[in-house]
C-alpha cells in the first residue's frame, strides 16, 4: 500500500516557474516506478512525466519536454517535479502516481494515485 501526497501548486504568471512534490508513505517505495499526470477541466487526464524506481530513467511528455524535470529522492520518498517556462495551457490539476516495478505513461496504469494539487498559469 502507498499513500500519495502532493503539494506545491498555486498561481503563477506565464513564464515563471513552480516544483510539485509527492510524498510517499510505504516502506517499499524504492519498488516504485512514478508519474506525474494532469487533468484541465474538461479534458482527459493526460500524462506528464515518469521517473524509474532507480531514478535512472525518465519520460516526458512531448509538451512539457525541455521544461519540466521530474526526479525522486528515495531517501525521503518523494518525487519532484521542476516545472519552467510554464504556460497557460499547463493549467490542470496535478496528480502523482505509483506503478510497482516498471514506469508507463498510460494512467490506467498506475495503482496509487495522490488528491492533486492544482497549477493555474495567468497569461
Known amino acids: 500500500q502507498v499513500q500519495l501526497i502532493e503539494s506545491g501548486g498555486g498561481l503563477v504568471q506565464a513564464g515563471d516557474s513552480l516544483r510539485l512534490s509527492c510524498a510517499a508513505s510505504?516502506?517499499?517505495?524504492?519498488?516504485?516506478?512514478m508519474g506525474w499526470f494532469r487533468q484541465a477541466p474538461g479534458k482527459e487526464r493526460e500524462f506528464v512525466a515518469a521517473?524509474?524506481?532507480?531514478?535512472?530513467?525518465?519520460y516526458y511528455a512531448d509538451s512539457v519536454k525541455g521544461r519540466f524535470t521530474i526526479s525522486r529522492d528515495n531517501a525521503k520518498n518523494t518525487i519532484y517535479l521542476q516545472m519552467n517556462s510554464l504556460k497557460p495551457e499547463d493549467t490542470a490539476d496535478y496528480y502523482c502516481a505509483a506503478r510497482f516495478s516498471t514506469h508507463s505513461t498510460y494512467f490506467t496504469d498506475y495503482k496509487y494515485w495522490g488528491q492533486g494539487t492544482q497549477v493555474t498559469v495567468s497569461s
Open positions: 521517473i524509474s524506481w532507480t531514478g535512472g530513467h525518465t
Open positions: 510505504g516502506r517499499t517505495f524504492s519498488s516504485y516506478a
